[in-house]
Each structure stands twice: as structure tokens, then as C-alpha cells.
């Protein structure tokens, strides 16, 4: 050594064997600390180059690989972002703009998952909460372009297989889009329809209305009625009976509560469809 004095840390020579460095001072966040190491990330002390250095090699927190952790880094923030796939591509099932997961509804068309993705979770416009583009027999009654969507490709049902209100002709049978219970025509024109049920089932008797082109129930009731006619024996289709109903003007409840698909009503066996 140059002046034979005593080898130390700080002194700018590489001790061999004993110092991994020695950049002859005390600064610690120079790339050599004041222990002659180098820095490194994690280990405490914010080195050139560094945004941050948290002492730790956990990549969750706000101080991943020694950055500011942000969204598109890569690195998922616990508590703060759902995912973080470390690109901006907004196609792909991480979006950037927050770190959330993709999902239908988003605004953002997933590549290969999504046909649509118009931002919304209405079921009447041209991309419906399936994200695929709407189209006839999908079950979601487009506004403005369909008049009916009864989930299926077939006519005579209430909904023909292109999409517009039938008026059924009497004795027309059908069922519930839910339940499958039968239903029968006991009258209908342009304007209205009798409906009954052959069957103590369950129905959703607004659906079947809207299915066959009319707006809503107008009454419903009749539980103790036969097919198309109120307590009458011998009534049918071809012998309509006493048109009456128990329950009244419809309020827009049934009488055995409700599902996804609208209120149910049971034990009855007549209601009307009308146009407001």
C-alpha cells in the first residue's frame, strides 16, 4: 500500500478477498456502501438508478424490483390491481388503463373472447350482456329491430323465427320459455288475447305476451277455471266459457314471486295480453 498505512474501508483500494469494493468514501447510495459492497435492490438503501428500495424483494408492494410500482409494470399491486400482464394492450383479458381484469361490459373488446364490447350491460341494443352481436334467436329482443326474441329459431310459438309478434290463432298451444308449463289460445286479434292454462304449472305471463307481440298482461286470475273457461265444466279452445279473473288488473306481480325472467303466477289458469 502506498504510504504503508493500515488497509480500510473507504480508503479506495479493493481490499482482495475481503471487499467486494471500495470507491475510497461513505456515500452508501453510490453503487458501494460504506461496508464495501455494492448496492443492490432490496437492500435498503436507494442506489443511483433506484426510484426506491423498500429492503425487501416483495414484487406486491408499491416498490417492485426497485420502481414506483405502476400499472403495466408487470407486477401485481396487492390491494391496488386485479392484474398486471406489464403491456398496454388493451385487447387482452388485463386492461391498462386500471390494472382490472377484462369482462364483458368494459368498453374493451377482449381478442378471441368478445364478438362486442359496447361498454354497457343493456340487453336491447345491438350488443347485448353476452358481448356477441345481437341477432335473431338470441334470446335479447334488440329495440327498434326486433318486435320479439324468444331464445329460439322456430314460429308458431308466440315469436316466429324471424323475430316478429304472431298472433296466434285460437286453440294455438305453446309454453313457457322458463318452465316448459303448456299454455293454449282461447281468443286473440291484433289488439288482444286470451290465454289459460292447461296445466296447475308456472308461467311467466308477461313474457308469453311480449313473445306473441303484445305489450302486457292486462288480467289475470282464475283459479278455479278450466281451459278457457271459468268454473265451467266442458269448456276448450273450441267452447270458450265465462271469461273472469280472480285477481284482477295486473300489477305487474304474480302470485308465486319471480325469477330472471319476470314475475310467475300459479294455480291460475287465465290471463289477457293487451296493448297499452
Known amino acids: 500500500m502506498t504510504g504503508c498505512l493500515a488497509a480500510s474501508c473507504g480508503d479506495g483500494f479493493v481490499h482482495e478477498g475481503v471487499e467486494q469494493c471500495d ?24 442506489q443511483d438508478g433506484e426510484q426506491c428500495d423498500d429492503g425487501n424483494a416483495d414484487t406486491t408492494d408499491d416498490c417492485p424490483a426497485c420502481e414506483l410500482a405502476f400499472c403495466g409494470d408487470g407486477y401485481t399491486q396487492a390491494g391496488v390491481e386485479e392484474c398486471d400482464d406489464g403491456n398496454m394492450d388493451d385487447t387482452d383479458a388485463c386492461l391498462p388503463t386500471f390494472c382490472i381484469e377484462a369482462s364483458c361490459g368494459d368498453g374493451f373488446l377482449q381478442a378471441g373472447v368478445e364478438m362486442c364490447d359496447d361498454g354497457n350491460l343493456d340487453d336491447d341494443d345491438a350488443c347485448p350482456t353476452s358481448c356477441e352481436d345481437s ?19 322456430m314460429s308458431n310459438d308466440g315469436c316466429s323465427a324471424t323475430c316478429e309478434g304472431e ?32 296445466t296447475m304449472g ?3 305471463p308477461e313474457l ?69
Not at 461513505?26 to 438503501?45: E, K, L, T, V
Not at 335479447?140 to 329491430?145: A, H, I, L, Y
Not at 305453446?174 to 289459460?196: E, M
Open 208 to 276: 308469453i305476451c311480449q313473445n306473441m307481440g303484445y305489450d302486457t298482461v292486462g288480467a289475470a286470475g282464475g283459479n278455479c277455471g278450466n281451459v278457457c273457461g271459468y268454473c265451467q265444466q266442458g269448456t276448450s279452445c273450441m267452447n270458450p266459457g265465462t271469461m273472469q279473473f280472480d285477481f284482477g288488473a295486473w300489477n305487474g306481480q304474480g302470485n308465486c314471486g319471480a325469477d330472471m325472467l319476470g314475475p310467475l303466477i300459479c294455480q291460475t289458469v287465465h290471463w289477457t295480453c293487451v296493448n297499452n
Open 135 to 153: 341477432y335473431c334467436g338470441d334470446g335479447f329482443e334488440f329495440d327498434g329491430v326486433e318486435e320479439c326474441d324468444d331464445g329460439n329459431n
Open 23 to 46: 470507491d475510497g468514501n461513505d456515500n452508501d447510495a453510490d453503487g458501494c456502501n460504506s461496508m464495501c459492497m455494492p448496492g443492490s435492490c432490496g437492500d435498503g438503501i436507494i
Open 167 to 198: 298472433f296466434l290463432p285460437v286453440c294455438s298451444q305453446g309454453v313457457d320459455p322458463g318452465t316448459n308449463a303448456p299454455w293454449v289460445v282461447c281468443a286473440a286479434d291484433a289488439d288482444s288475447a286470451w290465454i289459460s292454462a292447461n
Open 202 to 204: 308456472q308461467y311467466h
